[in-house]
């Protein structure tokens, strides 16, 4: 991915696509760095690392009066923690994206008179920002169940771990259920499947955030299995995927 001019980014909340109200995502992440200078440090400071923290900032212009608002959502989202995924250009499969667990921190309303209502918005971490991909695209509708396109997404060492963001941005039909689980393989055929992560079954709009217990993964393939039952059901979800 080159140089290029940012006209578009996709924001995810819990259980809403805020990319349409939005004119404005920014991403932050810091390590504190703890001083241990000492006699043998040669007149220099060193350093070594401490906390590490991120955090989600956004604004564009206001809207509400549905779950999939800016302001429903962010009233809904206010002082919980719940799954973030900011993507800088597409939410195709296979794009980049960021995704964490974090707490909707504030939220700002209003401005003068004439000037179209803008909303602010912050997110603070309380997992580190995973640096990963988009698994399956917010715009594709899923009535039945199915699998999703695998990813090449590589071995996970001891100690490091596999993370996934699920926002379920739609849900319709009479008694619609979807259960979203992430399996992993040692090839892209995909011939025997391990379940690595599996997501509570959803029945409506609303976010989910897991990750692996730190044991390594050889497997290098990975890819969402979903299961959709009720009658006539129809689900809009985005899944994102990233090992840290």
Known sequence: MGKFVQFNARLFAPGADLTGASNKVELSSEIEDKDTTNYYSNGWKEVIGGLGSAEISAEGQWEAGDPSKVDDASWAALGGVGPYTVC??????????????????????????GEVAPWTGTVKSSWPLVRGQIAHPPGTARTATGNGTVLNLGAIPAGKRLYAALHVLSASGTTPSITVAVESDDAAGMASPTSRLSFAAATAPGGQVLRTDGTAITDTHYRLAWTVTGTTPSFMFAVSLGIR
């Open 88 to 113: 800088p250009d597409t939410s195709t499969v296979g794009a980049l994206a960021y995704l964490t667990a974090g707490m909707r921190t504030d939220y700002k309303i209003g401005d003068a008179v």
